[in-house]
């Protein structure tokens, strides 16, 4: 086998997956077809269609494009079908039916933005910033009934600075992601379809850490943690979804705040939400040391330097507390 008779499927939708793809189309890979997540309602009546990343790179260099709303439909099963595909290559995409991952001889491979079995679920990226670990990566694997959960051809490690936001280790993932998946597919060539894998059972981790979806609760900040924790969390949700605090002032009601970079501090704290102003500085008290506030947004606003922020508010800020 070689990669010029090699036909393969590719299924991802976000930004993340784009880049593995043009790894692909690049390096002469035969990507006979791409499936990615119908094109999204946008603007103020969501009366225009917004394709996904993956679809506008498979416009842009003549790619086929499936777009199904259900896996299981039996057209578009049908119509998978036709491409003949030896092999599919999942990045950032659903969960697929047993019907679609087991379609080609060779199966299916998923690129997991984490190290298997830790970190199994819909954000590994954010969970594993949020929980303060040093090290993440990812993993190639074949899909099997589970989530995240069949046998493992390859890891790649990737350090996660202290100052790191997810934003950072998305990139580097991102590349990451790449490189693995062009390594996973060598694997497969060398091996006629059938690569060497280990059993995720098989790899001692300790306790599993999982990676559920994030919604917006799951980003409230809880001032009752202790100052790494609460680091750890806003850094792990920077830029994007953003942890947020609900702001109360004496003389009107609570403000959202989205709280993007903080500074730990050697400061000792006081009631846990209590806010401390000085000069241009904004501390907020956690469970053990205060944290000082360095990028933030209001509600309706735009992201801005905690001085900026401080501009008109100061003296509101003296009795003000996060909760």
């Known amino acids: 086998m070689d990669k010029n008779n090699l036909r393969i499927v590719f299924m991802g939708t976000p930004e993340f997956a784009v880049e593995t793809l043009q790894a692909l189309v690049e390096n002469d890979y035969n990507v006979v077809a791409v499936v990615t997540q119908p094109d999204k309602p946008v603007g103020r009546h969501g009366s225009v269609l917004q394709p996904s990343p ?19 439909d039996p057209d578009f099963l049908e119509q998978l079908r036709t491409y003949g595909a030896n092999l599919q290559i999942v990045v950032a995409f659903r969960m697929l039916p047993e019907a679609v991952w087991a379609m080609p001889e060779y199966g299916t491979f998923n690129v997991h ?20 670990e040093t090290t993440t990566g990812v993993t190639t694997f074949m899909l099997d009934h589970d989530i995240d959960t069949g046998r493992i051809i390859r890891k790649k490690t990737f350090d996660i600075p202290d100052d790191a936001d997810v934003g950072y280790v998305y990139d580097g993932l991102m590349h990451l992601s790449s490189e693995i998946c062009l390594e996973t597919l060598d694997d497969i060539i060398k091996a006629d379809g059938h690569p060497a894998t280990t059993d995720q059972a098989d790899v001692d981790t300790g306790q599993l850490k999982p990676a559920p979806k994030i919604y917006k609760d799951t980003c409230r900040i809880d001032w009752s943690q202790t100052a790494k924790q609460v680091y750890d969390f806003v850094r792990g949700l920077s830029p994007y979804p953003g942890a947020w605090t609900m702001l109360q002032m004496t003389d009107g009601k609570p403000l959202m705040l989205k709280i993007y970079r903080t500074l730990k501090t050697h400061r000792p704290s006081g009631h846990r939400g209590d806010i401390t102003v000085e000069g241009r500085h904004i501390f907020i008290d956690t469970a053990d040391q205060q944290l000082e506030v360095v990028e933030l947004q209001m509600e309706g606003k735009r992201r801005m330097a905690a001085s900026d922020f401080l501009n008109g508010l100061k003296d509101k800020l003296t009795t003000a507390h996060v909760e």
């Open 113 to 132: 933005a984490a190290l298997l079995p830790q970190y199994r679920g819909a954000a590994p990226i954010n969970w594993a910033v949020i929980n303060g």
């Open 54 to 72: 993956v679809k506008q790179y498979a416009l842009e260099h003549h790619l086929p494009i499936l777009q199904p709303v259900k896996m299981k």
